[in-house]
């Protein structure tokens, strides 16, 4: 992996919990201790009592969004797509990528590719092609997944359920190791957010496969967050509230044998109470430069939009 060539300001917007060369937690971090890596009842609260990010601090926040380096996947359609939008509406540079080549934002500055997220090698070949072009990547947003199958666990065909895997937890897995050996390679850290749900948490019959990939995805944030923290890396489980996008006409057209909720879904598509993209992506932009604390962890959520109904 070549080594980033960042100029300052980029690493001190986006810079991580070593924000400088030494592997050292700066001030506002604590060391977990053994007691604070247990699980609790929702959810480890692997950095102690909060993650708080050292940017918080006056004299650690500096510059805009404007230049900054974006991976996105899943970044042809959807949230993946409306993310993509907003970055570039902000001034952030791009790489992209999905199954399909996603089309790049009017006026953006990316490198697109079709990219399957299982293929390890496709993967680091995509980075290193965002880094050849863009000299660093300061965000990266595992954002690939898919719903199905949706019903009860014992129909469920086992090729389908093994996809699912495949995609939503091997795929998020794979970009987390992308992504750290990229900011291994540069100067100044950078931020990973895995998407994931609320249904991570809470029991939806019908979402086995979904139920459990989402809650893999919270946990395998929480060992990289602990893993990378030395090297400048902070990573977050990002629920973004329910968006419309084709998952959500999807569930919405799902039968009530197949998925008793469905009738809280159609209801919120009724009211239209969904968070917009641009919503979720200020949200994150909020997470990086320091806007915004955690305080639970690396899980968090995206608040509700207001909406009149």
Known sequence: MRKGNGCNSVVLAFGGPCMGRDPVLPKGW?????????????????????????????????????????????????????????????????????????????????????????????????ADEVVERFGRVDLWVNNAGVLGPIGPLVDADPGALRRHIDINVTGVLLGCRAFARVVRAQSGGGVLVNISSGAATKIYEGWAAYCASKAAVDMMTAVVATEERTHGLRAYALAPGVVDTDMQAQIRATPAASFPSVARFIKLDEEQAFNSPGRVASFILDLVEGRREVSDGVRIRVPDQPHHG
């Open 30 to 126: 604590n060391e977990p201790s053994h007691d604070q890596l247990r699980f609790k009842s929702d959810f480890p609260r692997v950095l102690g009592q909060h993650q708080r990010c050292p940017m918080n601090d006056p004299e650690n926040v500096r510059g805009t969004g404007s230049g900054l380096v974006a991976v996105v996947t899943g970044a042809s359609r959807g949230l993946g797509a409306g993310l993509a939008k907003a970055f570039a509406d902000t001034g952030l540079r791009l790489g992209l990528c999905a199954r399909t080549v996603p089309a790049a934002p009017d006026g953006a500055d990316a490198v697109t590719a079709s990219v399957d997220v299982t293929d390890a090698r496709a993967l680091d070949r995509f």
